[in-house]
Nanobody
Framework: QVQLVESGGGLVQPGGSLRLSCAAS????????MGWFRQTPGKEREFVAT????????DYRSSVKGRFTISRDNAKNILYLQMNSLKPEDTAVYYC???????????????WGQGTQVTVSS
């Protein structure tokens, strides 16, 4: 079972950038699809981005396309989410997750981190 720990969240002004990291333990990281999800109070957790085990295939929710980039370093067991041109509506707790299949569905991901808060505000 892979264990995940997110970092890199914080407070940023609109238009700013942040890079989230997700450190994975265990030997299976390089064989897992990895994803980023986010959740705000009172709302369901939503898909943000996903990346295949080798990194060749990525997918994004429409509202972050062109602003966010998901990437991974399988040698270091780290997943990244580069977030540019941040907007107040990007404010949420961001979670990384691992799946044995390529999917954007929350139910397909069986391992989750504890989350990191991102706040976009002036």
């Amino acid at each position: 079972q892979v264990q995940l720990v997110e970092s890199g969240g914080g407070l940023v002004q609109p238009g700013g950038s942040l890079r989230l990291s997700c450190a994975a333990s265990g030997r299976t990281f390089s064989s897992r699809t990895m994803g980023w999800f986010r959740q705000t109070p009172g709302k369901e957790r939503e898909f943000v981005a996903t990346i295949s085990f080798g990194g060749a295939t990525t997918d994004y929710r429409s509202s972050v396309k062109g602003r966010f980039t998901i990437s991974r370093d399988n040698a270091k067991n780290i997943l990244y989410l580069q977030m540019n041109s941040l907007k107040p509506e990007d404010t949420a707790v961001y979670y990384c997750a691992a799946s044995g299949i390529y999917s954007n569905a929350e139910g397909a991901f069986e391992a989750w981190g504890q989350g990191t808060q991102v706040t976009v505000s002036s």
